[in-house]
């Protein structure tokens, strides 16, 4: 069930500036830079490292259990991955909140 008032909690929690940062100018500005530079890759097939993930896994799961018990999924890890090694200062990704107790 969709809970409402994420936004406002997610902006109470965090700090408007932090919240505000995708309309930001200097993140709009690197969009647009984006978006009139940016020419598609040819497309790539890559191979997972499966034992690497399940060792992020439990890992980033032993920091979890400290705070909340939440489950790190195989997304969680290649996402955290890709940014880091691309050198991104923030990622902007959808992710569904229901019924994980955070609002």
């Known amino acids: 069930k969709r809970k409402s008032g994420f936004a406002a909690a997610a902006r109470k929690a965090i700090g408007m500036q932090q919240f505000n940062w995708l309309t930001s100018c200097p993140t709009l500005l690197g969009l647009l ?3 009139c530079l940016w020419h ?3 497309p790539s097939v890559c191979y997972i490292d499966q034992e690497g993930v399940k060792k992020e896994k439990c890992t980033g799961q032993a920091m979890q259990k400290a705070c909340r018990g939440s489950v790190i999924s195989t997304n ?3 996402t955290s991955q890709l940014l880091a090694r691309s050198q991104f200062g923030y990622g902007y990704m959808s992710i569904n909140l229901r019924g994980r ?3």
Do not use: K, M
């Open 33 to 35: 830079r984006t978006f």
């Open 40 to 42: 598609a890759p040819s």
């Open 76 to 78: 969680d890890v290649l």
């Open 101 to 103: 107790g955070l609002c």
